[in-house]
């Protein structure tokens, strides 16, 4: 089974290919998945994860690609979807998407997250505090977060980061709370999703320092602008 990342348009590419021949199929494997299990990659804002099942043939000349779809990013709390939020999830299942990731970004979007991941079953969440959101928070705020986190329906931390371009928390209260969610992240065993806007070098100084002697971090990069040296940085790091 193979990891791959795609925009919304490469939907029209998971298609059946057809040419004369017989029309029996046999799967070489089947097997459901966690997210937390699969190999993580370096996903940019709105990507999905495409899960590629290979089939053998049982005849000559057709062949076969199953795709799975699992939205990796999205903020379902958001109140603009309130009025529709059951169609806009059906939609989605309709599309093809098996399952959506809800992000946290304040302890009271992950408590939406989570309630919405109770409702639904194709939905799981996060939990975490976005980097523009750090100088909001109140002082029990982190705790609450390491509470939410280990629900059984959140399977990852975050999102976190560094974000320099809107500026709207001070750098360091932003450094801190990015190790403090790598490291709940470590506990929990949970991947935590990153958040990285015109600050790559910090964001990089952040992982390297984190992953520590071992080199190796279980994460992926979300809002990811860098070049194909961060990429390769990021990827050796286990992002």
């Known amino acids: 089974m193979k990891l791959v ?95 959506i990731l809800a992000i946290g970004i304040t302890v009271e979007t992950t408590q939406a997250a989570i309630l919405l991941s109770n409702r639904y079953p194709c939905v799981l969440a996060m939990a975490g505090i976005h980097p523009n959101h750090t100088h909001e928070a109140k002082p029990d705020d982190w705790e609450r977060i390491e509470d939410l986190a280990a629900h059984p329906h959140v399977i990852g931390v975050g999102e976190t980061g560094l974000d320099k371009y809107w500026d709207f928390a001070p750098l360091e209260i932003q450094r801190d709370n990015f190790f403090r969610h790598i490291e709940l992240s470590k506990k929990l065993k949970k991947p935590f999703a990153v958040h990285c806007r015109e600050a790559e070098p910090e964001v990089l100084d952040v992982l390297r320092t984190a992953a520590g002697e071992d080199g190796h971090l279980n994460g992926l990069m979300h809002a990811f602008c860098g070049n194909a040296e961060t990429a390769k940085t990021c990827l050796e790091l286990g992002l």
């Open 5 to 99: 990342a795609a925009s919304v348009n490469d939907l029209e590419s998971a298609a059946t290919y057809n040419s004369s021949g017989a029309s029996q199929f046999e799967a070489s494997e089947q097997r459901e998945r966690k997210f937390g299990d699969e190999p993580t990659g370096s996903f940019g804002s709105g990507a999905f994860a495409l899960h590629q099942e290979t089939l053998h043939l049982s005849g000559k000349g057709r062949h076969r690609m199953t795709i799975r779809l699992i939205d990796t990013h999205c903020h379902l709390d958001s109140e603009s979807f309130h009025q529709e939020i059951d169609q806009v999830v059906q939609r989605a299942n309709d599309a093809g998407v098996e399952k």
